[in-house]
């Protein structure tokens, strides 16, 4: 799925990142440290131990994502050596940074990047969603996705201010015009050519939909756990994190969602799939 949004990338996080010999994904905490501007190793424990409790608090093993290994570091004039390390997995270098300096710019990216890149893999993993074989199957899946995931998030902005039917609208358009390069709801149907009437989730096709999809979650995430009060501040934090995403998927490689084409409404795949359900009940 989300072909463009899986692109060879050229991340700083990317070109860390290490297989070991049972062919799994890792990062070594101590070049990790280093990429997010640590001088000392020691002052990135904490770091370290703040994210392993995030971790078990989460319910997750904090043996399935933190290992401790002998990490090989590269010293000047091409002096090699072994020191104690932490071999994290993807999820925890999400954690990791998600509990690192905020205010330095390359926490930031990294934030979004492993948020944006777990989302993807948990999409990826899902035993249901790893059975479909087509486009069509993957559209209708996110576009389900898509539909709950609003929904909380239009809880989420209701706790934030955003109450009336104009202000969530002007809620929306933040988003879109933050992951869209700053193309409102109007503008992305001009674009797309859609009718007034056509919602714009309904066609896109899937790498678009898990772009707003992450966009959706990350924002519900944000104003829920930053307690952020005021449709203000809620608006400008749906530009941000549409923004943000906006940014991955062009260090990724992907192609902008606003050049993306507008698909084929995908209420008419659910017609044919609600028909096709229908006419194997009567054979039944």
């Known amino acids: 799925m989300n072909q463009e949004l899986k692109k060879p990338n050229k991340v700083v996080f990317e070109e860390i990142k290490e297989i070991d010999n049972r062919g799994n994904e890792f990062w070594g905490v101590r070049k990790l440290s280093k990429i997010l501007e640590y ?3 020691r002052h990135f424990l904490p770091v370290i131990n ?3 409790e995030a971790c078990s608090n989460s319910g997750q093993d904090i043996q399935d994502h933190f290992e401790d290994y002998l990490e090989v570091i590269s010293h000047g ?5 072994k020191h104690p390390s932490v071999k994290l997995s993807r999820y925890a270098c999400y954690l990791i940074v998600q509990n690192a300096d905020p205010n330095k710019e390359v926490v930031a990216l990294g934030q979004t990047y492993f948020a944006v890149q777990t989302r993807l893999q948990e ?6 969603y790893n059975q479909l074989s087509t486009e069509d199957e993957r559209r209708l899946f996110l576009r389900n996705e898509m539909k709950k995931h609003n929904l909380q998030l239009a809880d989420a ?3 934030a201010g955003v109450i009336q039917a104009f202000e969530y609208a002007i809620f929306q358009n933040h988003g879109y015009m933050g992951l869209y390069g700053g193309l409102g709801a109007k503008q992305i149907h001009a674009v797309k050519g859609l009718k007034k009437s056509q919602q714009i989730l309904d066609h896109m096709g899937s790498t678009e939909l898990a772009a707003n999809l992450f966009r959706a979650t990350q924002t519900e995430e944000k104003l829920r756990k930053d307690k952020i009060k005021g449709k203000e501040k809620a608006n400008k934090t749906h530009f941000e994190i549409g923004k943000k995403v906006r940014k991955t ?4 490689g992907g192609t902008m969602p606003e050049d993306l084409p507008a698909a084929d409404s995908v209420k008419k795949l659910e017609k044919t799939k609600e028909q096709k359900s229908l006419s194997s009940k009567k054979k039944k």
């Open 39 to 41: 001088s000392e190793f």
């Open 50 to 52: 703040r994210a392993k």
């Open 77 to 81: 004039k091409g002096a090699i050596q």
């Open 123 to 128: 999409i990826q993993q899902m035993e249901e």
């Open 157 to 159: 902005a209701k706790g």
């Open 249 to 252: 998927i062009e260090d990724i």
